[in-house]
């Protein structure tokens, strides 16, 4: 709250250069992901983690409300873990531990809702299959 009320007392006055002064912000953006081995693991648990929220979400309105705000919180760690990620600035993989826990417990959510067990054994085997290829070539 303070830094927004810095930014609207400046933007009021028309004085953005103090902000911009002491607020700027170097990232590299998600490039460092790109080029490594990480892109297709981590566009696969991308991919997993969009049908998680898109596919399981609208199903928790009619949960508990434990189960609700438990959701939410998960939800909501999840998006905070992705601004971390962005703007931290050095891209070493570390800062993606910061999504491991939110994400394994909504794709854990995710595989219980499906009804395919077909389904549910190749996204299974994917993820092993991503694990060892990592651990041959120690990506």
């Given at each position: 709250v303070p830094l927004f009320l810095h930014f609207a007392y400046h933007f009021y006055f028309d004085n953005l250069e103090v902000v911009y002064a002491h607020w700027t912000l170097v990232t590299e953006g998600l490039a460092a992901y790109s080029e490594s081995m990480l892109l297709w693991p981590l566009l696969f648990l991308g991919v997993?983690?969009?049908?998680t929220v898109t596919f399981v979400s609208p199903k928790t309105t009619t949960q508990s409300y434990n189960f609700k705000n438990s959701w939410a919180v998960l939800v909501y760690q999840l998006l905070m873990a992705a601004i971390i990620i962005y703007f931290v600035p050095e891209k070493n993989g570390a800062e993606l531990l910061f999504l491991f826990f939110p994400a394994a417990i909504l794709i854990a959510n995710l595989l219980q809702a499906?009804?395919?067990?077909?389904?549910?054994?190749?996204i299974l085997y994917l993820l092993l299959c991503y694990a060892v290829i990592g651990f041959i070539y120690n990506f």
């Open positions: 997993l983690l969009l049908a499906m009804r395919s067990a077909v389904l549910k054994n190749l």
